[in-house]
């Protein structure tokens, strides 16, 4: 073996040449590695999730885009249309086109979000005095008064409470706040509960048909089957249980194992009221072939035919004698409908009974994978199922307000009625 003496500078010189080559070297190899990959985009439409593809949500569709883009057209070039302003009514969205939210509802939230103002003398001028009593209770069940910090992941347990409560008072039947989970608005819960229902393609969900198509591109995000079943207008819009038991042989003979029945009550887009018997029948049906009662209710103040009136599948349940180790029942609720029409606070809520432990154990862990609702949400669902009582300073104003928005929606509703039949 040689050894190679001579200057230390010339050697030190020579081995950082070497380098320098080397390293040329390589970054030339790279660059020529590089040079003959292919340049298409790491995603594109035929490598996304398929499921994606499949679910569609028509109600933020073509139409709204050509609308949106009519809209900036009218911004930057003013006249070049026969119209100056574009109404959105492609979906149910009510303070964007004029109606005023509810004054007592406001006026807690104001104060929950900035109670540093509850301690000063003008407040009470500005404020009545149940909005500031309601305040003053709401933040002492939010750890740290903060409503900008992450809450329990069911939903702060106070307001569950209130909730629970509310449910009660209406259906005159206990409910349990550990049952309810606060979410932004109903659609996160109708998700939750596909992605605990749906296994694969052959688990399939009953929906009706016309129906609000959140069901179905939930279905199909989730990679579940759709299984219609149609509601019959000669009937005022009716479920059938023939129609379900003919839907339910016929998605089991193709190896369908359907898993739950979706029941929109009062409907959207139809807006049937079901009558007692007619549910009475649904819950017999459920329980009868094992299925899960997914009962959407958003629309439960909004009846517009005095012979018609809201019972909650919970409450019909109930008085048949069946209890949680009969039927398994999610009820959904939300502020976004109904006389309030806080769309954009995203509040809402679910109930869940008729489930074991280990189930609601897997329930709270995918809630808890979003962490919580926001908080303004949770605070709007509470006040929703507790609004103010006669003998409070807001209950007349409250009143007002509250039936002005549904005569208002229901004169719209008849006047719509009458100019399409």
């Known amino acids: 073996m040689r050894r190679l003496v001579g200057d230390p500078k010339k050697a030190k010189y020579l081995l950082s040449s070497f380098r320098r080559s080397l390293s040329s070297h390589r970054f030339s190899s790279s660059q020529s590695s590089s040079d003959a990959m292919p340049t298409s985009p790491p995603v594109t439409v035929d490598t996304i999730n398929p499921k994606v593809l499949k679910c569609e949500y028509a109600v933020r569709g073509e139409i709204v885009t050509l609308a ?18 574009i109404l959105y009514c492609n979906i149910g969205n009510p303070q964007s086109l004029g109606q005023q939210p509810i004054t007592f509802f406001r006026e807690v939230l ?44 069911q939903g702060i347990k106070g307001l569950r409470d209130t909730i629970a409560a509310g449910i009660e008072a209406r259906d005159g039947f206990p409910a349990d706040p550990n049952n309810i989970y606060l979410t932004d608005g109903a659609s996160p819960a109708v998700h939750m509960m596909m992605q605990l229902l749906i296994r694969s393609e052959q688990d399939g969900i009953f929906c009706p048909i016309p129906q609000y198509p959140l069901y179905s591109a939930s279905i199909a995000l989730h990679g579940g089957t759709l299984v219609p079943y149609y509601l019959d207008e000669a009937t005022g819009w009716g479920l059938e249980i023939s129609e379900l038991s003919k839907q339910l042989e016929l998605a089991r003979s193709k190896g369908i194992t359907v898993r739950a029945l ?20 649904i819950v017999e049906f459920c329980k009868k072939e094992g299925l899960v009662l997914l009962a959407d209710e958003v629309y439960q103040e909004n009846i517009y035919v005095p012979d018609k009136k809201f019972h909650s599948f919970k409450k019909i349940s109930r008085e048949m004698g069946y209890g949680d180790k009969d039927i398994s029942l999610v009820s959904f609720q939300s502020v976004s409908k109904g006389y309030y029409g806080e769309c954009g606070k995203r ?29 303004s949400g949770q605070i709007l669902a509470s006040l929703v199922m507790s609004p ?29 009625v009458s100019v399409t039949l």
């Open 110 to 153: 104001a104060l929950c979000d900035h109670p540093a103002i509850l301690d000063k003398g003008e407040t009470q001028g500005l404020f009545s005095a149940d909005a500031i009593e309601r305040a003053w209770q709401i933040l002492d069940q939010i750890p740290g008064r903060a409503t900008g910090a992450y809450s329990h992941s």
């Open 68 to 85: 949106q883009r009519l809209q900036d057209e009218l911004q930057t070039k003013p006249g070049s249309h026969p119209f100056k302003e």
């Open 388 to 416: 103010p009582k006669a003998g409070d300073e807001s209950y007349e104003s409250y009143v007002a307000e509250r039936d002005g928005i549904l005569s208002s929606l229901a004169r719209r509703a008849k006047a719509y």
């Open 262 to 281: 979706v029941v929109i009550n009062p409907g959207n887009p139809t807006g049937q009221v079901l009558s007692e018997h007619n549910q009475r029948d």
């Open 347 to 375: 509040g809402g809520y679910m109930e869940v009974t008729g489930f074991s432990s280990e189930v609601k154990e897997q329930i709270y862990k995918v809630a808890s994978v979003n962490l919580c609702s926001n908080i």
